[in-house]
């Protein structure tokens, strides 16, 4: 009798226990809350909120407040995605922890990064320093917002950072620039320059830009009273784009052409030594015909048929790969002109010591100097001076440029921004060739 009585009273006492321990009473000697059944390490228990029915199905649904403090936990973040392959999480946090000076805490959430700073200072001078590379490959940067919380990258949109030249004066604010820029795409915001109004030469806006859209070269601004402006659009980086998968990041069919050409190689080699030689004759002689040809043509072409050539295979080429220079000159040339001035600052400092010790560290220095004044001669190239086959480099130029940033940034002293100016280096003092 008494243990049939004990099986019936058991389940009573252990779900008294339970509900006692949810109260914070103790059942019994030595009863332990409800939130120690779980460990000391819980921070916060949770708190049943009715839900409310719509429909005859019940949802969740927090009150604004609620909403609002859960956004203003992230106003610190910085949302991140990699174009083409990621980096695995050690190499992306060490990295970026090495060129923001440890003032970040890395998460990931799906195929996002997300960046948590101390503050929103430190926050304005990563986004606007950028565009960031982790092992070469491109960092994706945006500001946190609801749409991003879900953790899925939606690579038909991509923010890029926009150039804006000739905005009239009585335009140039958040408002105007706003009408402008969502010509281009949806305008997120605006660098510190620009919404400060330092430099009223051009506006530098990050637009976020879909697959489909055209990216014009001008806009046609209508100021009223029959006064129409064009507004000059560049942007120095934009990754590829793939028409087969209509996302940016990769080009299948350029990967696919690869893939045939190294197959092709490959049989070539295969074939046996017998073919090589056959075909290295074959395109001596092809090659010396077309130098022959060329040489022929050239004498018998104007000075200017070069141009008049470019012209009529789709435009002023010349302008074009100017008005790239002249973009990439935006985005780089005052960080490398501070870079600059930092390192000829420490060589005139060692030249004026009683000896000149030679050491490894001062060799670097000098070469770093050098390839600074490359690449700051490169974005002062005259336009009268640039050359066809400029453009097909000016990418292999400017990915110098980002990992020389990257590697040598100078460092940022804490809850301090870099400087927006330093004295600008004057291009005649750049003698070495391209």
Request: hydrophobic share 35%; net charge neutral.
């Amino acid at each position: 009798m008494a243990g049939h009585q004990s099986s019936e009273t058991a389940p009573n006492l252990h779900v008294n226990c339970i509900w006692s321990s949810i109260s914070g009473d103790k059942v019994g000697n030595g009863t332990k809350s409800w939130t120690n059944l779980f460990g000391s390490g819980c921070s916060q228990s949770l708190v049943f909120h009715s839900p409310v029915e719509v429909s005859g199905r019940k949802i969740a649904k927090p009150p604004r407040e609620v909403i609002e403090r859960g956004k203003n936990q992230w106003q610190n973040c910085l949302i991140g995605w990699f174009v083409g392959s990621t980096p695995d999480f050690k190499q992306v946090t060490s990295t970026v922890n090495m060129l923001w000076e440890n003032t970040v805490r890395v998460s990931t959430r799906g195929q996002l990064y997300i960046f948590k700073f101390s503050d929103g200072e430190t926050l304005n001078w990563v986004l606007e320093s950028g565009p960031w590379h982790v092992g070469h490959i491109p960092l994706i940067l945006q500001r946190w917002c609801t749409e991003l919380s879900v953790g899925k990258a939606d690579f038909r949109k991509i923010p890029v950072w926009v150039i804006l030249r000739n905005i009239p004066m009585h335009l140039y604010d958040c408002t105007g620039i706003s009408y402008i820029a969502s010509v281009v795409g949806k305008p997120l915001y605006m660098d510190k320059g620009t919404a400060q109004q330092t430099h009223l030469d051009f506006a530098k806006v990050c637009v976020e830009i879909d697959f489909d859209n055209e990216i014009p070269a001008e806009i046609m601004l209508d100021c009223g009273d029959d006064f129409v402006v064009g507004i000059s659009v560049s942007i120095p980086w934009v990754p590829e784009k793939c028409s087969k998968c209509r996302v940016f990041g990769h080009n299948c069919l350029r990967q696919q052409q690869s893939s045939l050409q190294r197959d092709m190689q490959q049989r070539l080699q295969a074939s046996g030594s017998v073919l090589q030689p056959t075909q290295n004759m074959m395109d001596q002689q092809n090659q010396l015909y077309r130098n022959q040809r060329g040489l022929a043509e050239a004498s018998s072409m104007p000075l200017d048929s070069t141009a008049q050539a470019g012209q009529a295979n789709g435009g002023d080429w010349q302008e074009e790969i100017y008005q790239k220079i002249k973009s990439l000159k935006d985005f780089y040339l005052q960080d490398l002109n501070e870079m600059y001035q930092k390192i000829a600052t420490k060589l005139q400092q060692h030249d004026s010591l009683p000896q000149h010790p030679r050491s490894e560290q001062l060799e670097k220095l000098i070469l770093f100097k050098v390839m600074l004044e490359r690449l700051i001669a490169m974005l002062q190239f005259p336009k009268s001076e640039i050359y066809p086959g400029l453009k097909e480099k000016l990418p292999s130029y400017e990915k110098q440029i980002v990992q020389f940033l990257n590697t040598n940034r100078p460092r940022r002293q804490q809850g301090q921004l870099p400087p927006h100016h330093m004295p600008s280096v004057q291009p005649h003092s750049f003698l070495l060739p391209l």
